[in-house]
């Protein structure tokens, strides 16, 4: 498989926090990389994914097949939890599904 053959998921650092970006590559997971730019942090997405391709070879492993998913799932929550995150997603002028998805991004990346 090549990098381009797999979904990565580009998150913003606050800027409290350093700025810059974060990539992740959901299909494999610890397959994380930071980039002051979102170029950078793609390209040290292509590096981490080249060093476990790498790796996996010499493994004699197969990277995993790519699953096939809608993107779309559905979720019940608390009112309280909703209006909680809608709240935060407008002060942070994101929609709920960007806030939702980069939030769960995070937390399946270990930050």
């Not at 002051?36 to 390209?43: G, I, L, P, W």
Request: net charge negative.
């Amino acid at each position: 498989m090549r990098f381009e053959d797999y979904p990565i998921t580009l998150s913003p650092f606050p800027e409290d926090e350093g700025g810059g970006h974060m990539v992740t590559i959901p299909d494999l997971p610890g397959c994380v990389a930071d980039g002051e730019t979102v170029e950078k942090a793609t390209a040290e997405a292509r590096d981490a994914f080249e060093a476990r391709t790498m790796a996996e070879q010499e493994d004699s492993s197969a990277l995993p097949a790519l699953k096939t998913c809608s993107g779309q799932f559905e979720q019940r929550i608390p009112k309280t939890l909703h209006m909680r995150l809608a709240r935060r997603a407008e002060s942070e002028g994101v929609s709920l599904n960007h806030l939702a998805a980069t939030l769960l991004a995070e937390r399946l990346a270990g930050r």
